[in-house]
């Protein structure tokens, strides 16, 4: 059998790539090098700058997974919390357990990533061992589903402002409403995203290193 048309190895090539940046982990060179056989590493930076220069994909200038599709904004890496514990949040974020790799709309903003404990939100999808995007942020509008800190506990609720009070509302009926003081509710961020990992090893596990 010849060698493949160069249209066609082109379009493998943006199928690859395409595919990665869905599932949230945007190749290097050198994994589309591998991934499609190339002997040389300047072969596979050939198709992608055509890809580039035809429009199909983005590339940021300086990042070894810098490849993206138009309209969708960068990638970065978001720490992955087991759960938030008493105390200060930020030695919380220090004790990570590894990174996430997010697609944002801008990189000025700060992101986490949060394991899901619990049923209570099971109304609108988000189950026990998810994984929930969370943009930081100090306020929320009433209707958002946050990360709040009551008591020195992360809980993932709907947010509801009543007459000065907060309430934060479960997506079970199982569960009840939580009233608390306002005084000693903190909203760590918004819920943007939410995850479900079917593979034994998740995306994230793997070496996020450039080549």
Known sequence: MGPTPPGQTKERVFRFVQQRIVAGMPP?????????????VQTAMQ?????????RLVKTSGKARGYS?????????????????????????QQHEGTLPIQVRSEDREYFALRVQGESME?????PGDIVVVQRQATAN???????????????????????????????????????????VTILGKVIEVRRFLDATPPWLADLSAD
């Open 123 to 127: 109304g609108v999808g988000i189950m």
């Open 142 to 184: 009433s209707g958002d589903i946050v990360v709040a800190l009551v008591d020195d506990e992360a809980t993932i609720k709907r947010l509801r402002l009543r007459h000065g009070r907060v309430e934060l509302h479960p997506e079970n009926q199982q569960f009840a409403i939580l009233r608390p003081d306002p005084q000693s």
């Open 47 to 55: 198709h992608l700058e055509t890809l580039v220069a035809e429009g």
């Open 69 to 93: 599709l138009p309209g969708v904004g960068p990638t970065v890496l978001v720490p992955l919390l087991g759960r938030v514990q008493a105390g200060d949040f930020t030695t919380a974020i």
């Open 28 to 40: 290097t060179v050198r994994e589309v090098q591998r991934a499609m056989g190339f002997s040389a």
